[in-house]
């Protein structure tokens, strides 16, 4: 006698899939929209300080806050490349056989 242990397994996977994908869409959206805010933020610092600079050279601790502020883009956009692949990793690991 065969068991539909796996067809009800199938059935289940099928239901949840909708889920999963909105769940890891919106993840992703929300890592996108993160990295829009802080790279309007930095990129505002980062003008605000190189003008400053530019009037006051000899102030240099205005390249301290450009490298921050860089920093803080680059924090952003690798953040974006974790929650993709992590991302795609479970809807790879979750996909209906």
């Known amino acids: 006698m065969m068991s ?8 289940a996977q099928e239901l949840i899939q ?13 890592a996108v ?3 829009r805010n802080i790279n309007t933020i930095e990129t505002t610092v980062i003008g605000v300080a190189s003008a400053s ?4 050279p000899a ?3 205005y390249k301290d ?3 921050n502020a860089t920093k803080n883009i680059t924090f952003a ?6 929650v993709g692949s992590v991302g795609a990793g479970v809807l790879k690991d979750l996909k209906p056989d």
């Open 18 to 30: 909708p889920s999963i994908n909105q769940s890891v869409a919106l993840a992703v959206q929300s």
């Open 53 to 56: 600079w530019l009037a006051n």
């Open 65 to 67: 806050i450009i490298e």
């Open 4 to 11: 539909d242990t796996g067809s009800s397994s199938n059935a």
């Open 77 to 82: 956009v690798d953040n974006l490349a974790k």
């Open 33 to 35: 929209d993160l990295m």
């Open 59 to 61: 102030m240099s601790q």
